[in-house]
């Protein structure tokens, strides 16, 4: 699961939805889902993974297993930092908003091929759901790909 900037000492609004995306995303059949919550200190002074994964338990009550990476600062960062707790599973989900998702997916075809073929989607996608970000999220994307040209 990807962070978004987060600066307070509590999950905020991207990364509530985040949490709440990828706890719905898990293989309930299996039981051998594990949430990898990415995301250093961006914008705060707590790893927003900390934040996350504090949301999950506290809050949602999530009991599952799961891991941190405090360290990553940017998406390019979350993908390589994650890729070593995805080695050992036949299905990985990229929890995000949709377009972050996807840069995600892109970044881990990058990085690690053999992995990327492993990916499903996840169900971070409800309509209605986080319209606001939706649109933001789209608009920046949009000016990015812009500035690349």
């Known amino acids: 699961m990807l962070g978004y900037k987060n600066r307070g000492t509590r999950a905020n609004y991207v990364n509530r939805f985040r949490v709440r995306a990828a706890l719905r995303s898990r293989n309930q059949l299996s039981g051998s889902s594990v949430l990898v919550f990415c995301g250093g200190c961006v914008a705060g002074t707590t790893a927003e993974a900390i934040l996350m994964a504090r949301y999950a338990v506290e809050q949602l009550g999530y009991a599952g297993p799961y891991v941190l990476d405090r360290d990553s600062v940017s998406t390019w960062e979350n993908i390589r930092n994650a ?65 690349r040209k």
């Open 83 to 147: 890729i070593p707790h995805l080695e050992d599973f036949d299905v990985i989900k990229i929890v995000s908003n949709s377009l972050h998702a996807e840069l995600g997916r892109t970044y881990l075809q990058r990085l690690r091929p053999d992995l990327a073929r492993r990916l499903v989607p996840a169900a971070d996608y409800r309509f209605g759901e986080i319209t606001v970000v939706k649109v933001v999220a789209a608009v920046l994307h949009l000016r990015k790909q812009r500035r």
